[in-house]
C-alpha cells in the first residue's frame, strides 16, 4: 500500500537541527516501511525548490496528490488540511499531536475561537485522527463528532504514541565529570520554566559534587544560532545538529527535566525531549501532572516533584546516591524498549491500514428556518377553501368549482422540479465569465429535466430556459407595478456607503422588486428551488422562499468581501467587516452554498458559514463552441503579421485584476520576448476594455460571441494574473479550446492541474517569458500540453456539472419533503 506522508518539513537529516515534527515524521515513515508499506514523503516549501516532492500553496498540492496516486493520504501536521480537498475518495489520517487551540490560549487568545472554527472545519476532512496519549484521545472525541464524523460507527481516532529506539546509557561519571541536568527546547510562552531554574541556580555547592544546567535553543529556529551564555549553574547553548545533540547526550548528559507550570496546555500535551533522554538513558525529572509521570513512576525511570521548591532537596539526595542514578538510567532504557518501541506506539495505526476506509460521516442537517412555518400558498389556498366550503355549504353549489379555478389561475403549477436563477443582468451577450457560468448553469439544469426561470436587474422581463433554449417573456405590468420605481430604488441604494464600481451586486438588498418578481417567475415554473448567484441575491429569495416553500441555495462566485477587500484600495476595515457580515449571514440563510472552489468553501467555513451547507462544484465548459473552427482573418483584421506568434488573454477588463494582467503583458513579458528575438501580438478578448491599448502588439477585440474560436485561433494562451479570486474560467476555456497554457499560480488557482502536464504554472517574469519563448519554438511540446488540458475540460462540461446541482438540490428537496 502507498502512503503519501505531508508534512510541513523535509525528512529528517542528521547533519541539521530538527524539530519535534520531523522527529515524528521519521518514527512513522520507518514504522510503515518496516510493516511493508510504500512511503512517498512531500513537504511544505516557499520558495518551492522541486516540482515532485514540495508544494507552495493549495494547488501544487492537488497536482502533486494527483501525481502521487496513493492509497491513504497521512498529514503531519493539522495547518495542512486547509489546503487538502473536502472530497476526496483517499482515506486521509491526521497526526495531531500538538493541542494547538490549548497553546494559542495563552498565545493569542483573541484568535482562539478562529482557530477552534478553522479546526472544525479541516476535521471534517479527517477519517482517522493520530493522538499521542489516551488524554488527547479523549479530549478530541467531541471535536471529530462537532466536524461530522460518525463515532457510533468509527474509530475515530486512535494512540500512537512518540516512539523511541533506544541508542545506549550514559558514559560519564556524575561524581568525576559532575552531574549534567538537561533540557532545553522553544520559550513558548505556554512553557513557564523559570521558577525551577532559578530554584538550581539557588542551591549551593554539594560537598565536591559540581552540578550544571544546561538548556539548549531558546527560540524557535531551525538553524540553532542562539548565543551561548553562562549564569552560574545555567548553561545556555545553541540547539544541536541532531546526530550531535544525541552524541552529546550521551558524552555528557545525566538527567533529563520536564519541569513547568502547570496549566491546561502541559496536561494535555507530549514532549519530545522527555523521549529524546529515555531513549538516550537519561532519567527524567518531571511534574506529577504530566501523562508521562505515571509511566516514569511506574518503571521507577526518574522522579516525580509537584512544584519548583521540592527540585534542590530532590537533587542533593539524587547526587548523594549515584547508584541509584544507575539503576534509574537503566530503568530509563527499559521503558523506552517496552512503551515508546516503534513497533508498540504505531500498532494501532497498523491494524487500521489492513482495511482503510473513508469514514462514515453523520448526516448533513439541512437546517430548518428560525420560524414558525407555514405551508405552501396552494396549500393554504387549499384550507382556506376548505374553510369557505363549509361556510358556505351546499347554498352556492357553483362556489366550488369557481374557487378551485381562481385557485389554479392565481398559484398553479408551483411545486414541480423548477429552478429560478435569481443573478445580476449583464447575462447577454454572455460575454464574461459570470455570466457565461450563469446562463451554461441553466442551460444545463434545463436539459436535465429543469424548468429554469433567470429573474435579473430588468424589471421588464425574465427568461425561461427549456432543454437549452433561453427565452425572453414580459413580466406583467401589475407585478412591476407593486415595488417602488426602479429609478427611487436605485437612488436609495446608490447613495448607501459602498463601492460604486460594486454597487449594483448588492442593488437586491434595497430593491424590494426581485422579491414580486422571484414570486412570479416560481410559479410559472414550478419552482421548488431559489438559486441567487452573488450574495446580495439571497436577500429576496429568503421571503420568497417563504412564501413558496421552496429551498435556497446560493452560488458563491468569489468570496465576495474578500474580493473586494483585494480590489479597492480604499475600502475601510469597518466597511469590510459590514460586507462580511452581511454576506456571512446571507450564506447561513441558506439551505446550500454552493462554491466554485474548495479554496473558497474552506475560508467561508473558517469565517461562519455552517460547515454542513457548504458544497464545491466546480465551473463548467462549453465543448460544443469549442470545436468550433479559429475565428478566420484575424490577423489582417488587427494588422498582426503573417509569422507573428500570436498570444490570447480573454476576460473582463473592466475587472482589475484582468487590466493589471494586460499591464503585466505590456511592461514585463513582451518587452522581454522582443528581446529574445520573438515579436509577439497579443489578442485581448472581452468586453469592456481600456479605451487604450496600453501597448501597440496588445490589439483589444471587445465583446464577441463565442470566445473558443478566437481562442484557438493563437499559439499559446498566457495568463499573467497577479489576483483575483474564485476558480479561473479563462483557464477551463483555453484547455477546451486545446491551446496550451502559461500562467501565474494565481492565474490557474482552483483547478487541479499537474505543472508540465496540463500547463506551465511560472511565477517569474524572466522565466515566464523563457518558457513561452521554449513553446513557441517547440510545438509539440505545446501540443503535448494542450492534449492532456483538453483531457482534463473533456470532464467538466456544463452537463455534468448540472448533474451536480440536481444531486445537491434532490437532497434539499429530500430532507424539505421528509
Not at 479561473?728 to 479550446?737: E, L, P, S, T, V
Request: hydrophobic share 40%.
Amino acid at each position: 500500500m502507498k502512503v503519501l506522508l505531508i508534512a510541513q518539513e523535509p525528512p529528517l537529516s542528521h547533519d541539521r537541527v530538527v524539530t519535534g515534527n520531523s522527529i515524528r515524521t521519521r518514527q512513522l515513515t520507518r514504522c510503515l516501511e518496516q510493516a511493508g508499506h510504500e512511503v512517498a514523503h512531500i513537504w511544505q516549501e516557499n520558495p518551492r525548490s522541486d516540482s515532485e516532492t514540495t508544494f507552495t500553496g493549495r494547488d501544487d498540492l492537488r497536482g502533486l496528490l494527483m501525481r502521487q496516486n496513493a492509497d491513504v493520504h497521512l498529514v503531519g501536521y493539522w495547518e495542512l488540511l486547509d489546503l487538502m480537498p473536502f472530497e476526496s475518495d483517499v482515506p486521509l489520517i491526521l497526526d495531531f499531536l500538538a493541542p494547538r487551540p490549548l497553546e494559542q490560549l495563552f498565545e493569542d487568545p483573541h484568535q482562539l475561537r478562529q482557530d477552534l472554527r478553522r479546526l472544525q472545519v479541516d476535521l471534517s476532512k479527517v477519517d482517522l485522527l493520530l493522538t499521542g496519549s489516551e488524554k488527547q484521545h479523549a479530549l478530541m472525541l467531541l471535536p471529530l463528532l462537532e466536524a461530522g464524523l460518525d463515532l457510533g460507527r468509527e474509530t475515530g481516532a486512535v494512540v500512537v504514541p512518540l516512539a523511541a529506539e533506544t541508542i545506549d546509557k550514559p558514559r560519564s561519571n556524575p561524581k568525576a565529570d559532575g552531574w549534567k541536568l538537561v533540557s532545553g527546547g522553544v520559550n513558548w510562552p505556554w512553557r513557564n520554566t523559570e521558577p525551577y531554574w532559578k530554584a538550581i541556580e539557588s542551591m549551593p555547592e554539594h560537598g565536591s559534587d559540581k552540578l550544571e544546567l544546561i538548556l539548549f535553543g531558546g527560540g524557535y529556529a531551525l538553524d540553532g544560532r542562539h548565543e551561548a551564555s553562562d549564569h552560574g549553574k545555567r548553561k545556555v547553548r545553541s540547539l544541536l545538529p541532531y546526530e550531535q545533540f544525541s552524541e552529546w547526550l550521551l558524552e555528557h548528559g545525566h538527567i533529563g527535566l520536564e519541569l513547568a507550570d502547570d496549566n491546561v496546555e502541559r496536561r494535555f500535551s507530549q514532549s519530545f525531549r522527555s523521549i529524546e533522554f529515555l531513549r538516550h538513558g537519561l532519567p527524567v525529572i518531571c511534574n506529577t501532572y504530566l501523562s508521562l509521570a505515571r509511566q516514569i513512576e511506574r518503571y521507577d525511570a526518574g522522579w516525580l516533584i509537584d512544584n519548583a521548591d521540592d527540585l534542590p532537596e530532590l537533587l542533593r539526595a539524587i547526587m548523594s546516591d549515584p547508584s541509584a542514578w544507575r539503576a534509574k538510567s537503566s530503568n530509563a532504557c527499559r521503558l523506552a524498549e517496552s512503551l515508546f518501541s516503534p513497533a508498540e506506539t504505531c500498532a494501532p495505526l497498523l491494524e487500521w491500514l489492513k482495511s482503510p476506509r473513508k469514514a462514515a460521516r453523520l448526516p448533513r442537517e439541512i437546517p430548518a428556518p428560525p420560524e414558525l412555518g407555514a405551508p405552501a400558498l396552494k396549500r393554504r389556498a387549499g384550507a382556506i377553501y376548505q374553510l369557505g366550503k363549509r361556510s358556505l355549504g351546499a347554498r352556492f353549489p357553483g362556489a366550488r368549482s369557481r374557487v378551485l379555478k381562481a385557485q389554479r389561475r392565481v398559484f398553479g403549477g408551483h411545486q414541480d422540479r423548477g429552478v429560478v436563477i435569481v443573478t445580476r443582468s449583464d447575462l447577454f451577450p454572455a460575454d464574461h465569465g459570470a455570466a457565461v457560468k450563469i446562463v451554461e448553469t441553466a442551460r444545463g439544469l434545463s436539459r436535465v429535466g429543469r424548468d429554469v426561470a433567470l429573474v435579473t436587474d430588468d424589471r421588464r422581463y425574465w427568461w425561461r430556459v427549456n432543454n437549452g433554449e433561453v427565452t425572453r417573456k414580459r413580466v406583467p405590468l401589475w407585478v412591476r407595478a407593486i415595488s417602488l420605481p426602479g429609478f427611487v430604488s436605485k437612488a436609495l441604494h446608490y447613495s448607501k456607503d459602498i463601492p460604486g464600481n460594486n454597487a449594483f451586486l448588492y442593488l437586491p438588498l434595497t430593491d424590494g422588486s426581485y422579491f414580486w418578481r422571484t414570486l412570479y417567475a416560481a410559479r410559472r415554473v414550478g419552482a421548488r428551488v431559489l438559486q441567487a448567484e452573488f450574495p446580495a441575491y439571497v436577500r429576496p429569495c429568503i421571503h420568497a422562499s417563504e412564501v413558496l416553500d421552496t429551498r435556497l441555495a446560493l452560488v458563491e462566485h468569489n468570496v465576495e468581501y474578500e474580493r473586494i477587500r483585494t480590489q479597492v484600495a480604499e475600502l475601510t476595515e469597518e466597511q469590510y467587516r459590514r460586507y462580511k457580515a452581511i454576506e456571512i449571514d446571507l450564506c447561513n440563510h441558506c439551505d446550500a452554498v454552493i462554491c466554485v472552489s474548495d479554496n473558497d468553501r474552506q475560508k467561508l467555513a473558517e469565517d461562519g458559514v455552517d460547515l454542513d451547507r457548504l458544497y464545491t462544484v466546480p465551473h463548467g465548459v462549453d465543448l460544443d463552441q469549442f470545436d468550433l473552427p479559429a475565428e478566420a482573418g484575424l490577423r489582417e483584421r488587427f494588422g498582426i503579421p503573417e509569422q507573428a506568434p500570436l498570444l490570447v488573454y480573454h476576460g473582463t477588463f473592466s475587472y482589475p485584476p484582468n487590466l493589471r494582467a494586460l499591464e503585466v503583458y505590456a511592461q514585463e513579458l513582451l518587452p522581454r520576448l522582443e528581446q529574445a528575438g520573438l515579436s509577439c501580438h497579443v489578442l485581448a478578448v472581452g468586453r469592456e476594455p481600456p479605451e487604450k491599448s496600453p501597448h501597440p502588439h496588445i490589439h483589444l477585440t471587445g465583446s464577441v460571441d463565442k470566445v473558443g474560436p478566437w481562442i484557438k485561433a493563437a499559439d499559446l494562451a498566457v495568463v499573467p494574473l497577479l489576483d483575483g479570486g474564485g476558480t479561473r474560467m479563462k483557464i477551463i476555456d483555453c484547455f477546451a479550446a486545446g491551446t496550451a497554457v502559461v500562467s501565474t499560480s494565481k492565474g490557474i488557482e482552483g483547478i487541479p492541474v499537474i505543472n508540465g502536464k496540463h500547463a506551465l504554472v511560472i511565477d517569474d517574469w524572466d522565466a515566464m517569458a523563457a518558457a513561452i519563448g521554449q513553446l513557441l519554438r517547440e510545438p509539440d511540446r505545446a501540443q503535448s500540453l494542450a492534449v492532456a488540458a483538453r483531457a482534463m475540460a473533456a470532464t467538466m462540461d456544463w452537463k455534468s456539472i448540472a448533474s451536480e446541482y440536481v444531486r445537491i438540490f434532490d437532497t434539499l428537496e429530500g430532507k424539505s419533503q421528509g
